[in-house]
């Protein structure tokens, strides 16, 4: 049964200050990784895809992979109110068809 | 937004009777997904279809059946509907066009469905 974990927080963080999202999976097959921002009674929408050890940057957003540690994260720099929501981390374990299995995800919480 | 759609957006049905939910696309993508969310669970996988008439299971594909007869709908049904089918259950779409690992799902917004 593969499986991926998320703190599911609350993450509470001040308006500008980094917010530092985490994840853990345990299929070491998993070749692609998602982070999707849901708002609350919405649906999911993806805001990064990392494949690749290392950082991968898109605006304020960072998201790091370590296949070695099985853990990926998410970095949100000059974090704003409106990034309140939950992240939810995805993998897909290459199974041919993109079989995503996601996590809990973690709530955050960003205060003016 | 994705051109999906979902309908119903809500539902309250009782146990026992059938419900049929369904998923529409506008982009022509190959690929869609049935999902549902429940608290402390988190998205699992219902069934997927990777094109018209080909379908298979997901994690959870118990109770649940689906059919896809044009590339635009795929259709989720609970033959019998039960409390534990209460959820909110997404649909999402994805093109193939590149490597399926990095294939993009979107989501469509999402059917309530309370089963009483």
């Known amino acids: 049964q593969k499986e991926v974990e998320q703190n599911s927080g609350p993450l509470s963080v001040p308006e500008g200050a980094i917010a530092s999202l985490n994840c853990t999976y345990s299929d070491r097959v998993s070749q692609s990784f998602f982070w999707y921002r849901q708002y609350s009674g919405k649906s999911p929408e993806l805001i990064m895809s990392?494949?690749?050890?290392g950082d991968k940057e898109d605006g304020r957003f960072t998201a790091q992979l370590n296949k070695a540690s099985q853990y990926v994260s998410l970095l949100i720099r000059d974090s704003q109110p409106s990034d309140s929501a939950t992240y939810l981390c995805?993998?897909?374990?290459?199974?041919?068809?993109?079989?995503?299995?996601f996590g809990t995800g973690t709530r955050l919480l960003v205060s003016p | 937004d994705a051109g999906i759609t979902q309908s119903p957006r809500h539902k309250v049905t009782e146990t026992g009777t059938p419900v049929t939910l369904r998923c529409h696309q506008t982009e022509n993508h190959r690929y869609m997904y049935w999902y549902r969310q429940d608290p402390g669970h988190g998205l699992r996988l219902i069934h997927y279809?990777?094109?018209?008439?080909?379908?298979d299971k997901g994690e959870v594909s118990d109770g649940y059946s689906v059919s896809r007869s044009k590339t635009e709908d795929f259709l989720l049904t609970l033959e019998s509907a039960t409390s534990s089918q209460t959820s909110v259950y997404f649909c999402?779409?994805?093109?193939?066009?590149?490597?399926?690992?990095?294939?993009?799902?979107?989501f469509g917004p999402g059917t309530r469905l309370t089963v009483l």
């Open positions: 999402a779409i994805s093109d193939g066009g590149g490597a399926l690992n990095t294939d993009t799902q979107y």
């Open positions: 279809s990777y094109g018209v008439k080909d379908t």
């Open positions: 990392i494949y690749s050890n």
């Open positions: 995805a993998v897909d374990g290459n199974t041919g068809f993109q079989k995503l299995v």
